[in-house]
């Protein structure tokens, strides 16, 4: 069995792809790394590169093609080729950086927590910010979700999940949709009942190019993905509730993690003419207080939800304007 099983989801992305894997390419994690390369129905030149890294080292990189089934799909097929104890996903336009990564996997093989957190970088065109969420742990040890510790959300970038939790909760995250990353981050932090954080700069996560998702003009054009992933939000924090499986800072994490979600929908109708905004938003709200009232009510807490939905949604208007600043100063 390898250590580490990696699934890089990859659509279309020959300008990006080399870096990502020549990232993984060092000989000395060969015997303990899985690189799982899922061609998503690419039409360029993704297959291409993918199997000249395939050619290097075929005991650690493996070409999966399949028809076109989203971000989501690839995450599925993933967790059901991986033959790694771990299991992490990294795509096809970020990469990671090599010297941590074998330092990482070196300390996976002695690890048997559920779930394993590190840092990330998010990289710009013009600037990198390293990025840390921990607060409360000492690297290397294992702690349970009972311990004092402040893990203040789980991302996509930071985390390295038991391949055997995935399989045995029968995780399956939504296909032929963008945004679904937090689906999964939130299915790891759930089915862990163990954690150890290691301070590492792990993942470097792109960012502020046009042609990404999370780009405000494609975040706008795929508002319809980001309202059924935050509905499916919704529903996975609900039947969390009423399992009633989760630790009260288990639970913490999640909500932090999903309310983000479901505030960044509500963030990108912002970016509509006003009675437009505000009629979307109301719609939005009054869907998720149908889907479940536990929800809804614990959504209350977060401060920008709050206002939104203050005096029958009457700041929309302002929150409209705060956001538009923000978005000028800051670009996201």
């Not at 690419?42 to 395939?54: C, F, G, H, R, V």
């Amino acid at each position: 069995m390898k250590t580490l099983t990696i699934s890089v989801a990859a659509y279309n992305v020959e300008n990006t792809l080399e870096k990502t894997l020549s990232s993984f390419n060092d000989p000395r994690v060969y015997q303990d790394l899985e690189v799982l390369i899922i061609d998503d129905g690419s039409k360029d030149n993704t297959k291409k590169i993918a199997l000249k890294y395939q050619n290097i080292a075929p005991e650690t990189f493996k070409y999966i093609a399949k028809e076109n089934g989203g971000h989501g799909s690839t995450i599925n097929k993933g967790i059901e080729l991986a033959t790694g104890k771990y299991f992490k996903v990294v795509d096809g336009d970020d990469w990671v950086d090599t010297s941590s990564l074998y330092t990482f996997i070196q300390k996976l093989k002695m690890q048997d927590s559920d779930l394993v957190l590190t840092n990330h970088v998010e990289v710009y065109p013009d600037h990198s910010t390293k990025v840390n969420l921990i607060n409360g742990m000492h690297s290397g040890q294992q702690y349970s979700w009972n311990d004092d510790i402040n893990i203040k959300r789980v991302v996509l970038h930071t985390l390295t999940v038991k391949t055997s939790l995935l399989r045995k909760a029968k995780v399956h995250i939504t296909e032929k949709c963008f945004y679904v990353d937090v689906e999964f981050v939130i299915w790891a932090a759930y089915v862990s009942k163990s954690i150890t954080y290691l301070d590492l700069y792990l993942y470097m996560y792109r960012l502020g190019e046009k042609n990404q998702s999370v780009a405000k003009a494609n975040m706008l054009k795929n508002i319809k993905m980001q309202e059924k992933v935050s509905y499916q939000l919704v529903r996975m924090y609900d039947r969390f509730m009423t399992e009633n499986h989760m630790l009260p800072r288990q639970e913490e994490t999640i909500f932090n993690t999903f309310k983000r979600s479901v505030g960044s929908t509500m963030r990108t109708y912002l970016l509509m003419p006003t009675a437009t905004a505000k009629k979307n938003i109301i719609k939005f709200d009054s869907n998720i207080k149908q889907i479940s009232t536990t929800s809804f009510q614990r959504l209350n807490d977060d401060r920008f939800i709050h206002l939104i939905r203050k005096g029958n949604y009457a700041m929309v208007p302002l929150a409209k304007v705060m956001y538009r600043i923000w978005v000028l100063k800051y670009g996201y």
